[in-house]
């Protein structure tokens, strides 16, 4: 304490997280007097940064980016740092700061301590133990990549034109989904959020097109429930810390299956069930069964709810409200015989049907009118029973094959 400069490093990849991190040690540490924790990241001000570092600090809590400008401004000296910690550091080897990365830690001492916390351990981690490490040991929490026990694993299949309409139908079917819908690009995940918008439900996007200010406000409604669903991207939700999420939805399997161990990671925590949801298309059958493997758990294939099931389950809810509703006496007291006057020419039923009529006439309205998701066609079994026994090759349509020497590789292209 008496020191007043950086001694423990902490690196994280988004300022979601990093600011998360500062906030649990400052609480952890309001026992300690004069202790000095500062979040370093981009977006805010700079000169804020550099007056708190010159004042002295104990602890930075820091995304690579941030950190890189501060050392290059030469205004932050880590050279009495004993303890560097990476956390999410395969997230931060999948977003490219493996080389800044590089460059901060040759400007601590050799002699650091150092935590590695990563939720997958592929072959770049293991490289960074080696190369910056000594006898390092590896404590693995459960078995490596494998998923909750209390979560379960479904997936929808559907025609890749049909998977929103195919998300509203799985949002309407569990009324009180408390959830998070992955998408795989910024401007996937703004779409969605805005076709859920204008058409009613509670939703808002998470991505790295906000600005921080944006995104602060977005994080604090979804933590106080104030939105039901926050349709988001892997890299902008790494910073939200919720336990109640009800449902994970993955429009869409991301093509790092790790990644899938993070977002169903998102659900069935402190001992709660949860329920991670994939919308795929007929081509991403393979990863189902390749995610299967990996976390040591079988998806159930379910078929899109149909409209009349899913006016009976919002419905049965809206009942169950009803039931349960903490009914103020006092406060709508003096309003009753007013109300009871006004409906007491209605039978009972009569003000029950009014009342559903009220709440459901849009829901069942859009479902009488709107067709029923078409069920894609299997033709993996029809396809390999055809081609028992032949061999293929380019000019009989079949799997194309790498030429010897070659490899292949399949790249996204699309803005992120």
Known sequence: IELHAPQTLILCPTRELCLQIAGDLTDFSKYIDDIKILPVYGGSSIESQIKTLKRGVHVIVATPGRLIDLINRKTVSLANVHTVVLDEADEMLHMGFTESIDEILSHVPDNRSMLLFSATMPQEIAKITRKYMSNPMEITIGRKNEGALNVKHTYFMVHAKDKYLALKRIVDYYP?????????????????????????????????????AQRDYVMNKFRLRNLQLLIATDVAARGLDVDDITHVINFGLPDDYE??????????????????????????????????KLINKKFEYRQVPKGDI?????????????????????????????????????????????????????????????????????HNSKREERGKGKKFDRNEGGPKKAENGYARFFINIGKM
């Open 259 to 292: 990644v899938y161990t993070h977002r169903s990671g998102r659900t069935g925590r402190v001992g709660k069930t949860g329920t991670s949801i994939s919308i795929i298309h007929t081509k991403e059958k393979g990863k189902v069964a390749q995610i299967e």
């Open 310 to 378: 899913i006016c009976e389950k919002q419905l049965f809810n809206f009942v169950d409200k009803i039931e349960k509703v903490k009914v103020n006496e006092e406060e709508i007291a003096r309003l009753l015989p007013s109300i009871f006057k006004k409906l007491d020419w209605l039978e009972k039923e009569d003000v029950i049907k009014r009342m559903v009529s009220l709440e459901f006439n849009r829901l069942i309205d859009y479902y009488q009118a709107a067709n029923e998701i078409e069920e894609p066609k299997e």
């Open 176 to 212: 009180n989904i408390y959830g998070i819908v992955f998408c795989r690009t910024r401007k996937e995940t703004q779409e969605i959020a805005d076709k859920l918008i204008q058409d009613g439900y509670d939703a808002d996007s998470l991505h790295g097109d906000l600005s921080q």
